[in-house]
């Protein structure tokens, strides 16, 4: 079965300061992971895909299939960071994802 | 393309009535999820639909709750009778192929009083 662990249900930080969102999983195969984000009363969006490897809003996260994590990283918070991130594991052939319990990000000036 | 849509966006009802909440799918997608959020559980898949058959609904909660996609551009979740413990935030999720990953609507909130 496939199952994602996020530690920390609530994370603070200054502006200025790294964060980082940490991610474990477990899944039999090859998993496709995501970071999604939701901002206060808006809807999930997605933020990031290790397929893809990119940076979005200067937050990056490396696939360490070893340790099987998947954590979310920013050099620099902002406070427009501030939000709920989710991390989520799936990779049947519907595309189901299971998510994360989430963690809050609060970023204080 | 306008996102996934849901309606309503808010739901204040009493213990015991009927709810339906509703959903439209991004054009060409051609999988469908319901997640419910609280802050207890945090994200809970429900029920998914591939091709509008569904394909697991083991995450639905109990029997007051089904869930329908008739056609491609639509789908019903609804709770009948509906009771306190089930007021929560209610998303809907469409997916199509390749690896895009999910796109959320903005969710019903549900409030059983």
């Known amino acids: 079965a496939q199952r994602v662990t996020q530690p920390e249900k609530l994370l603070s930080v200054f502006k200025g300061a790294p964060v980082e969102l940490k991610c474990n999983y477990s899944?039999?195969?090859?998993?496709?992971l995501f970071w999604y984000v939701q901002y206060s009363r808006q809807r999930l969006q997605l933020l990031l895909r290790?397929?893809s490897r990119e940076s979005i809003k200067g937050f990056t996260a490396d696939l360490n299939k070893g340790e099987t994590s998947f954590h979310l990283k920013k050099p620099f918070a902002q406070e427009e960071d501030s939000a709920m991130y989710y991390c989520?594991?799936?990779?049947?052939?519907?595309?189901?994802?299971?998510f994360g319990q989430g963690t809050i990000l609060t970023v204080h000036p | 393309d306008a996102g996934v849509i849901q309606s309503p966006r808010h739901e204040v009802t009493e213990m015991g009535q009927e709810v339906t909440l509703r959903c439209k799918p991004i054009?060409?997608?051609?999988?469908l999820f319901w997640y419910r959020q609280t802050m207890m559980r945090g994200l809970e898949l429900l029920i998914y639909?591939?091709?509008?058959?569904?394909?697991?609904d083991s995450g639905m909660p109990e029997d007051r709750f089904s869930a329908k996609m008739p056609n491609a551009s639509f789908s019903t979740l609804k709770i009948q009778p509906s009771e306190p413990r089930d007021s929560a935030v209610y998303f809907c999720?469409?997916?199509?192929?390749?690896?895009?990953?999910?796109?959320f609507g903005s969710g019903t909130q549900l409030s059983v009083l």
């Open positions: 290790h397929i």
């Open positions: 639909f591939n091709n509008n058959v569904p394909i697991d």
């Open positions: 989520a594991v799936g990779g049947t052939s519907y595309g189901k994802l299971t």
């Open positions: 054009s060409g997608h051609n999988s």
């Open positions: 999720a469409s997916r199509g192929q390749g690896a895009g990953g999910l796109f």
């Open positions: 899944y039999s195969g090859s998993p496709e």
